[in-house]
């Protein structure tokens, strides 16, 4: 299996270098190509779907692909694509006001946290590791048993469980960068505390939060799918990718597509998530 | 001597973050929109009824006298009644937890497995066709939901190639073997995806390390090398990363139940959100979180086993 160590090749460096940055900039393409096809399909759902994704035609329901239905009909009739299209819009919507939401109180308690440390920041320590030791999906159930189903409850839920990583990130980096230099002279030039955090502190530490936000929009899209599909998420007539999983399972044997297209829409966005998020990473680390 | 100070004070933390996830859901069950009473009675319960059962449940004495007594059962393993199944929530939870310790052991055991495999493979291939499959693994894994990933399994391996049953889970431990193995897989393809870079990056670093230089100049080539002196100083990290994401494989575990009909934590999860069954979810939820204390703990402790340098401290 292993070279011996004589016959292996010198490691060029500089080369694996420069094809990490070309291949980057090429992943990093894809990547917004795929989102943005992603976010015009939920734009423009209703100029796109053939047809009503709610309007039942029990006649012509479990119908294989044809011309008039690309993808087939579901148990009820009802048209597999435009459903796949109109859960762009309640998929896309929920990943992004749930993980915004967590990015935005994750941001402002993790500069809080850092730029003031004292009792603010242990305050904040504390509660950051005692959440960390409660496992998400659980309390994101007890949650959502408490606040009810719902859009609203959903976004709230995601919110609550989701912030912690955020702030843990940016506290850190808060830490480091308040000890720069540029950071202090801003300071003795008598900026005010505000303009210094939102001017010149978060600035500097945004590009690892957007990576952590890109591959959590994935997870949160792929949870709100997974409550869908267990039936304590988004309801049922509404087309939602994981409640599409769930009524296409009863049929995996006479129509596979059924279950399988709607995962396949999830996993396609992911990759594209994956793809950006990978390369602004690897954009200023060696690795 | 340290060892003990150091696991004192985790299991102290640990005791005292339980504590404030009682508390928590305590509290979050105390802000449930809607009484209780009115709940199990029905909308058209008369007022009687609604104080009887209050007085029953001892719910029109003050918060802290409630909060005093649900924690004195809580500590007496005391969940309460479940309303599904008629019998001390403790005793439903009980009966399901093996089958979820089972489910979650395996998919360990397969992730591991898988991960060790593919990132020796990467590494030892760097640059090839191999590797670059194998990196690619990652980002098309991360994406996938475990609901979806288990349904796929399930039509490829149970309705296509009946190699394995479609769901329910088969007595003894052969039977648990074979009829837990799809759902472990559906676990193990999601973690294998977040772990396996890790261990490649770092097997890579311990390649290029001059300890190994100086083994393979020795002679050592091949599985003794990777076995013997890679893999042990490459690992650490990875296992850091597994302890976080155990957290998610039990989240996973509770979602992959349901996939596969297994009577699992995940299970009586989901029926005690839809039959509004408090004892139930909250016992699991107690239960979960206590489990994944435990499993850090236990971690840290695998840590220093491994690495003699990383003390207990």
């Known amino acids: 299996m292993t070279t011996p160590i004589m016959m292996m090749p010198p490691r060029r460096r500089s080369s694996a270098f420069l094809g990490r940055v070309r291949r980057s900039r090429w992943a990093m393409r894809v990547g917004i190509a795929i989102v943005v096809f992603y976010l015009l399909v939920a734009a423009f759902a209703p100029w796109l779907a053939p047809y009503d994704p709610l309007a039942q035609d029990v006649m012509n329901s479990l119908a294989p692909p044809s011309s008039a239905h690309w993808l087939g009909t579901d148990g009820l009739g009802r048209d597999l694509l435009s459903r796949l299209i109109y859960g762009a819009r309640i998929d896309i919507f929920l990943g992004l006001g749930a993980t915004a939401l967590a990015l935005l109180i994750g941001t402002v308690l993790g500069l809080l946290a850092g730029y003031y440390r004292g009792w603010v920041d242990t305050g904040l320590s504390r509660l950051v590791d005692m959440m960390m030791a409660i496992p998400a999906y659980p309390l994101l159930v007890l949650l959502l048993f408490v606040l009810g189903q719902g859009t609203l409850s959903i976004i709230i839920a995601f919110a609550v469980t989701g912030w912690v990583s955020y702030t843990r990130l940016i506290r850190g980096q808060v830490l480091v960068a308040r000890e720069q230099e540029y950071i202090i002279a801003a300071q003795l030039g008598a900026l005010g505390h505000r303009r210094v955090i939102v001017k010149h502190l978060l600035p500097n530490v945004s590009a690892q939060v957007i990576v952590l936000w890109a591959s959590d929009i994935v997870l949160a899209i792929s949870s709100i799918a997974a409550l869908g599909y267990l039936g304590i998420g988004i309801q049922a007539p509404t087309p939602e990718w994981g409640v599409m999983v769930a009524e296409g399972q009863d049929f995996l044997l006479t129509n596979w597509l059924l279950a399988t297209a709607p995962g396949l829409v999830i996993v396609f966005l992911g990759v594209g998530l994956a793809l950006i998020s990978d390369s602004i990473a690897g954009r200023g680390t060696r690795r | 001597m340290m060892r003990w100070k150091f696991l004192l004070r985790r299991l102290g933390q640990a005791v005292l973050t339980l504590w404030a996830v009682t508390l928590l859901t305590f509290l979050l069950f105390k802000a449930l929109p809607g009484s209780v009473a009115v709940g199990m009675l029905g909308i058209r319960a008369g007022q009687e009824d609604i104080a009887r059962i209050n007085q029953e449940l001892g719910l029109d004495q003050p918060v802290w006298v409630q909060y005093a007594k649900y924690m004195g059962n809580v500590l007496h393993g005391d969940f309460g009644t479940s309303i599904t199944y008629a019998r001390p929530a403790m005793d439903v939870i009980l009966t399901a937890l093996p089958t979820t310790i089972f489910l979650a052991v395996y998919a360990v055991l397969l992730t591991a497995v898988a991960t060790v495999v593919l990132a020796v493979l990467a590494a030892l291939r760097r640059d090839k066709l191999a590797d670059h499959i194998i990196r690619g693994v990652p980002v098309i894994g991360l994406g996938m ?144 979180a206590a489990a994944i204390l435990i499993v850090n703990i236990l971690i840290d402790v695998l840590y220093s086993a491994i690495d003699p340098r990383v003390g207990l401290g």
């Open chain 2, 145 to 288: 939901p475990a609901f979806w990933v288990g349904t796929m399994l399930l039509f490829f391996f149970a309705y296509k190639l009946p190699i394995f049953p479609a769901g329910g889970l088969l007595p003894g431990f052969s039977g648990h073997v074979k009829s837990l193995f799809l759902p472990a897989a559906t676990l193990a393809v999601l973690f294998t995806a977040v772990l396996v870079r890790s261990l490649r990056a770092s097997l890579l670093e311990v390649l290029d390390s001059d300890y190994v230089l100086a083994a393979r100049s020795k002679g050592l080539v091949g599985g003794r090398l990777i076995v013997r002196h890679v893999l042990p100083n490459a690992i650490l990290p990875t296992v850091t990363l597994l302890g976080l994401v155990f957290a998610g494989l039990l989240g996973g575990a509770l979602i992959v139940e349901s996939v596969f009909a297994l009577p699992g934590l995940g299970s009586l999860l989901i029926t005690g959100f839809q039959r509004h069954d408090f004892a139930l979810v909250q016992g699991v939820i107690l239960l979960s």
